[in-house]
């Protein structure tokens, strides 16, 4: 599932190139993992994108102007109102398959195109998605006021003292609070695995057990990281591209994601793999050491285990 850099770089390549441009018609084919399908039928068309941000995982297309509907019926001293309105944004989450990217019409369109909106320089910016984990939605006001305000600190702007506070916070393990969204927005499975591999930090601590230098230094690592996998457009484990069609790089540089039964660059031993918060979890045992009481609990199964009787 794309994570915040990949994120990123989409973001990155529509705002250079579809920001400014105006929707005109929007045509939907499978709309199941749309809020209100006829909230972007009736509330698109005629709408500027104003710029493109991500927000987390997300993705928010800022919209300006009023519906090509509403338009029609507004005298022009209502339509150059100073009067600045409520905030609107498209909101879309790209799942596990999902695409967005401008297109010429002339292209062919894929087997998973579900949403095509039209836009005023003659491109289509269409939505595909093959598994149809993702989401879109149209938000305005306390509604998108709403639903932003679930999440967590930005990991590329959350300070010091604030990132100590929401981890120190809670007794779970620092994996699940890393990919917890309501503690910080953006960071995934891979990423979360990447820092705390560089930090040297085992993914079943407990957040409230880590001391402050150990958190500092995760915080940096985790930053340095998502920076620079964004230079790098981001990880492309299986289908994820940019908005125009390129594959990531930052897979080459990963430390341990996906490298069970390798060996740690650090230290030769070889990368291990367990389950925290129902996710798999790539570590080195030598370089990230367990913690005392899952070490006690791992020894004292193994010494209530049956020895094997030999048969004669």
Same mark, same amino acid.
Request: proline share 5%.
């Given at each position: 599932?794309?994570?915040?850099?990949? @994120?990123?770089?989409?973001?990155?390549g529509? &705002?250079?190139? #579809?920001?400014?441009?105006?929707?005109?018609?929007?045509?939907?084919?499978?709309?199941d993992?749309?809020?209100?399908? %006829?909230?972007?039928?009736?509330?698109?068309?005629?709408?500027?994108?104003?710029?493109? $941000?991500?927000?987390?995982?997300?993705?928010?297309?800022?919209?300006?102007?009023?519906?090509?509907?509403?338009a &029609?019926?507004?005298?022009?001293?209502?339509?150059?109102?100073? =009067?600045?309105?409520?905030?609107? +944004?498209?909101?879309? /989450?790209?799942?596990?398959?999902?695409?967005?990217?401008? /297109?010429?019409?002339?292209?062919?369109?894929?087997? /998973?195109?579900? #949403?095509?909106?039209?836009?005023?320089?003659?491109r289509?910016?269409?939505?595909?998605?093959?598994?149809?984990?993702?989401?879109?939605?149209?938000?305005?006001?306390a %509604?998108? %006021?709403? $639903?932003?305000?679930?999440?967590?600190?930005?990991?590329?702007?959350?300070?010091?003292?604030?990132?100590a506070?929401?981890?120190?916070? !809670?007794? !779970?393990?620092?994996?699940?609070?890393?990919?917890?969204?309501? @503690?910080?927005r953006?960071?995934?499975? =891979?990423?979360?695995?990447?820092?705390l591999?560089?930090?040297? =930090?085992?993914?079943?601590?407990?957040?409230?057990?880590?001391?402050? +230098?150990?958190?500092?230094?995760?915080?940096?690592?985790?930053?340095?990281?998502?920076?620079?996998? =964004? $230079?790098?457009?981001?990880?492309?484990?299986?289908?994820?591209?940019?908005?125009g069609?390129?594959?990531?790089?930052?897979?080459?540089?990963?430390? #341990?994601?996906?490298?069970?039964?390798?060996?740690?660059?650090r230290?030769?031993?070889?990368?291990?793999?367990?389950?925290?918060?129902?996710?798999?979890? /790539?570590?080195?045992?030598?370089?990230?050491?367990?913690?005392?009481?899952?070490?006690?609990?791992?020894?004292?199964?193994?010494?209530? &285990?049956?020895? %094997?009787? !030999?048969k004669?």
């Amino acid at each position: 599932m794309p994570e915040l850099p990949e @994120v990123e770089t989409v973001v990155r390549g529509l &705002q250079s190139t #579809v920001a400014g441009r105006r929707i005109l018609t929007v045509a939907l084919r499978k709309s199941d993992f749309i809020d209100d399908p %006829a909230a972007l039928e009736r509330e698109l068309p005629g709408r500027q994108i104003e710029r493109v $941000e991500r927000f987390g995982k997300f993705m928010l297309l800022r919209l300006a102007g009023v519906p090509a509907q509403s338009a &029609q019926g507004l005298s022009t001293s209502a339509s150059s109102s100073s =009067i600045e309105p409520l905030a609107e +944004a498209l909101l879309v /989450h790209l799942g596990m398959t999902g695409h967005l990217a401008p /297109h010429f019409p002339d292209q062919p369109l894929t087997k /998973h195109t579900h #949403v095509t909106f039209e836009l005023d320089d003659g491109r289509e910016l269409r939505y595909t998605d093959a598994r149809r984990f993702g989401r879109m939605a149209y938000l305005a006001g306390a %509604a998108l %006021a709403a $639903e932003l305000e679930r999440f967590g600190a930005d990991p590329l702007l959350v300070t010091k003292q604030d990132f100590a506070g929401r981890i120190r916070a !809670s007794r !779970s393990r620092i994996k699940a609070l890393l990919l917890d969204q309501t @503690v910080l927005r953006g960071v995934g499975n =891979i990423y979360a695995d990447e820092a705390l591999w560089k930090a040297k =930090i085992h993914p079943a601590k407990i957040g409230a057990r880590l001391a402050p +230098a150990e958190l500092e230094t995760l915080r940096k690592e985790l930053r340095k990281i998502l920076l620079r996998a =964004i $230079e790098l457009r981001g990880s492309s484990i299986s289908d994820f591209v940019d908005a125009g069609g390129i594959p990531g790089d930052y897979q080459q540089h990963h430390k #341990v994601y996906g490298r069970e039964g390798q060996k740690c660059f650090r230290c030769g031993a070889k990368i291990k793999r367990i389950i925290v918060a129902g996710r798999s979890s /790539h570590f080195c045992p030598h370089c990230q050491p367990a913690p005392r009481v899952l070490s006690r609990s791992r020894r004292k199964t193994k010494r209530n &285990q049956p020895r %094997a009787t !030999s048969k004669r």
